[in-house]
């Protein structure tokens, strides 16, 4: 009786101190970083499967700031904040807009660039390309829907797409889906296919990505309709996610993005695959 009462005091005090102990800080010499691997040009999958695009070519030389190895893995976008909290990689990249929704779930380092969406349609069909500036909308829910009204005049009793969970999600459910059928799909791809196929009347999706679908010869006849569209509506910028767990990770990614972004590495990389500089409003 005293042996056993000895040893589960043994193994209570034994419980007590390692669920006291410091958590001791992970020496990140390798994370896994998850991407979608199609959302050209942010990152796709080239010939041979190779990974390519911006947001590849950025973290490249991030990891090298930050002498860490990184190993990229493909993961669907509508399973990628549960694959990370679940541990089946360290990072997020996949041109993701904070939002005060997903900070409840996820943390994010330095926004590293920031972009607008806009409508694409068959050319002619709906309402004419906007020529002027990017219609910037803040939050304030009535002062969007007056800027909109146009928009929502052409697509009533339209059928729209849009990626399953993106930014843009939760505008399209506030502003169009009273007026038209919003049809969700787990991809953007999977969306402009239908949309070159007929089966939808138009897309919403980021203009980088719209830019990259009318390059290619099999986009002819498809076209931007109406303006396009940015702001605080949409978030404060694209940055990578992490578990809130790992903010020494965090830390480290964000002192490489902010050096990346003064030395002007990550413009270069912004002109090269968007030809534009989405790094002049952060």
Not at 87 to 93: E, H, L, R, S
Not at 159 to 178: C, E, L, P, Q, R
Request: aromatic letters at 8%.
């Amino acid at each position: 009786m005293k042996t056993s009462h000895l040893l589960s005091a043994s193994l209570l005090a034994l419980g007590f101190l390692t669920s006291t102990a410091p958590v001791q800080a992970k020496d990140w010499k390798s994370v896994t970083i998850a991407t979608e691997g199609a959302y050209d040009p942010w990152n796709l999958t080239l010939p041979g499967g190779k990974l390519g695009g911006f947001e590849v070519e950025m973290v490249e030389d991030l990891c090298k700031r930050m002498q860490i190895t990184c190993k990229l893995v493909v993961q669907n976008w509508d399973g990628m904040i549960a694959g990370l909290k679940a541990g089946k990689y360290d990072v997020m990249m996949d041109s993701i807009v904070i939002t005060d929704e997903r900070k409840k779930e996820i943390a994010f380092s330095v926004p590293y660039a920031s972009t607008s969406a806009s409508f694409v349609a068959a050319s002619g069909k709906l309402l004419p390309e906007a020529k002027g500036p990017t219609m910037k909308l803040g939050t304030d829910p009535k002062a969007v829907r007056a800027a909109i009204e146009p928009l929502r005049a052409a697509l009533k009793g339209k059928t729209i797409g849009i990626a399953s969970g993106t930014v843009y999600t939760a505008f399209m459910d506030a502003h169009f889906k009273d007026i038209a059928t919003v049809r969700e799909y787990s991809a953007s791809a999977d969306t402009m296919l239908d949309l070159k196929a007929g089966r939808i009347d138009a897309a919403f999706d980021d203009v980088t990505l719209i830019n990259s679908i009318l390059e290619k010869p099999d986009s002819k006849g498809l076209a931007y309709t109406g303006p396009k569209i940015g702001g605080l509506v949409f978030g404060e910028g694209e940055a990578l996610g992490f578990r809130k767990a790992d903010g020494d990770l965090k830390a480290k990614f964000d002192v490489a993005i902010k050096a990346a972004l003064a030395d002007g590495t990550v413009k270069k990389l912004s002109l090269k695959w968007f030809k534009t500089d989405l790094t002049g409003t952060l």
